[in-house]
């Protein structure tokens, strides 16, 4: 696994509060290990409690993002939006993530078809597995057309 020299703030097309990951711990051909720490005044975040274990979805969403978005940047072209479609058999081995726990989050391309991927990714805190899923996602050629095909006015 390589490092990667691009920030989370490069990698994925939204801007913080709302990238979640810290940063990118190594990637290669077919996986990314992206990390964060839970920390209070982050979005999700419950006083006393941390997060809740269903926001690691999210986590890995924006991982599978990351790795599509090295991908951009290394071929010279921009990073594009993507859609999480579909989550399958997540589980979570934690009800929480207390304040202060450093995750490690991954994920692995599975399957590509064109504008269509599925990632099995894995969120592991303290040296164990806290949480994993299959995400399927989707990442449109042209994000204008999708929305405009759903009857969304983009301005330019």
């Known amino acids: 696994?390589?490092?990667?020299?691009?920030?989370?703030?490069?990698?994925?097309?939204?801007?913080?509060?709302?990238?979640?990951?810290d940063?990118?711990?190594?990637?290669?051909?077919?996986?990314?290990v992206a990390a964060?720490?839970?920390?209070?005044?982050?979005?999700?975040?419950?006083?006393g409690?941390?997060?809740?274990?269903?926001?690691?979805?999210?986590?890995?969403?924006?991982?599978?993002?990351?790795?599509?978005?090295?991908?951009?940047?290394?071929?010279?072209?921009?990073v594009r939006l993507g859609l999480l479609l579909g989550t399958r058999?997540?589980?979570?081995?934690?009800?929480?993530?207390?304040?202060?726990?450093?995750?490690e989050v991954t994920a692995a391309l599975v399957y590509r078809d064109g504008e269509m991927g599925v990632f099995d990714c894995m969120a592991v805190a303290d040296g164990r597995e806290a949480a994993k899923a299959q995400l399927t996602v989707y990442q449109p050629a042209d994000t204008a057309a999708l929305l405009a095909s759903q009857g969304v006015k983009v301005s330019s």
Not at 23 to 32: A, Q, Y
Request: charged share 20%.
């Open 36 to 47: 964060l720490t839970v920390r209070a005044g982050a979005p999700f975040f419950e006083a």
């Open 89 to 103: 058999d997540f589980k979570a081995a934690v009800s929480w993530f207390p304040e202060g726990t450093r995750v």
């Open 49 to 78: 409690r941390g997060m809740a274990a269903h926001v690691a979805i999210e986590w890995m969403a924006q991982a599978c993002g990351a790795f599509v978005g090295a991908e951009a940047l290394e071929s010279g072209g921009p």
């Open 23 to 32: 940063e990118v711990v190594g990637r290669d051909d077919t996986r990314l």
């Open 1 to 21: 696994m390589k490092s990667c020299p691009y920030p989370m703030d490069a990698l994925l097309p939204h801007g913080r509060p709302m990238i979640l990951l």
